[in-house]
């Protein structure tokens, strides 16, 4: 079933559990999502990161794939515009039938983040989509320089964000950074500041960065009031990885059975993000 990530979020929201969103940009990635998805019977969100919508998936062509997949699984299925920067991209998206999006406008000072965002926000809402957006800067994606208290969500400014911009979801940093941790290195998530944003805006909460995070990061993020969590690069990485194995295994395999393997090999990552996000069984 085709949907927003509005109902999912809330169901997530009132339950304690998590949505899961992983980043795909075709048509076997975002296969291989929704069918594990449906193997779990989890909701799952389909993310496509701003970058890879403009130079690899344009939104009129992968908003249609991704609606006739959803439509075909029996669990809901969203499909959300990951790091929109641009209001005008973000709106074709919109138009081109993406059911959520999220308004990345944390680049710009307070006033002008929730300014921009409750625009876009609003232009979703008329079209029946659901909206994202954050506060606080996430290292790695984000392209500045920021202190370390720029890098954490202000809880006050949260609430003032949730209430102002009208937003369905609301993008955090806790102490997670976009991209691949160095090999070892586990994130220190702020749990207390998660418990005080939750605390105080009541909102269905999105940890950004998931990847590498840890079981136990993921575990607490959950129990505390993450309502939906971002994987891109582990995601990434289980295809790059399954595709060397099988090339090892057979370096004469043809392009057609290397990708569907692929795809079938990287639904175990997936799966266990699921599972571990709570959202098994949920439909």
């Keep these: 079933m085709y949907t927003s990530m509005k109902n999912m979020l809330d169901k997530a929201n009132a339950n304690g559990y998590a949505v899961m969103a ?20 989890a909701p799952i969100i389909v993310n496509i990161f701003e970058d890879h919508l403009l130079n690899h998936a344009p939104s009129d062509i992968i908003a249609p794939i991704v609606k006739n997949l959803a439509e075909k699984a029996d669990v809901s299925v969203a499909l959300n515009y990951d790091h929109g920067s641009e209001e005008k991209y973000l709106i074709k998206a919109i138009d081109d039938g993406f059911s959520s999006i ?3 406008m944390s680049r710009f000072e307070l006033d002008e983040n929730i300014e921009r965002t409750r625009r876009i926000t609003e232009y979703a809402h008329s079209k029946g989509a659901s909206a994202e957006g954050e506060i606080g800067n996430l290292g ?16 006050n400014q949260a ?62 993020a959950v129990r505390y009031g993450i309502n939906k969590i971002n994987v891109g690069c582990d995601f990434m990485n289980a295809n790059r990885d399954a595709a ?19 795809e079938n090999e990287s639904k175990k990552l997936v799966k266990y993000y699921i599972n571990l996000s709570g959202s098994a069984g949920r439909e």
């Excluded at 291989?32 to 779990?40: G, L, M, R, Y």
């Excluded at 295994?249 to 393997?261: A, C, Q, T």
Aim: aromatic share 8%; glycine share 10%.
């Design 244 to 262: 060397a194995e099988l090339l090892r295994e057979n370096g004469e395999i043809n392009y057609y059975d290397l990708i569907h393997s692929v």
């Design 22 to 41: 992983i980043n795909c940009f075709n048509l076997e990635t975002a296969r291989a999502v929704i069918t594990a998805a449906n193997e779990e019977r």
């Design 102 to 104: 999220m308004a990345d």
């Design 140 to 155: 790695a994606s984000e392209g500045g320089n920021f202190t370390a208290e720029q890098m954490y969500t202000d809880p």
């Design 159 to 220: 609430k003032m964000f949730y209430e102002r911009t009208g937003i369905d979801a609301l993008a955090i940093s806790i102490g997670t950074s976009h991209g691949n941790y160095p090999d070892g290195m586990v994130p220190e998530f702020d749990i207390e500041r998660l418990k005080e944003i939750k605390k105080l805006t009541g909102a269905p909460l999105v940890l950004h960065g998931g990847s590498g995070s840890g079981e136990e990061n993921i575990k607490n």
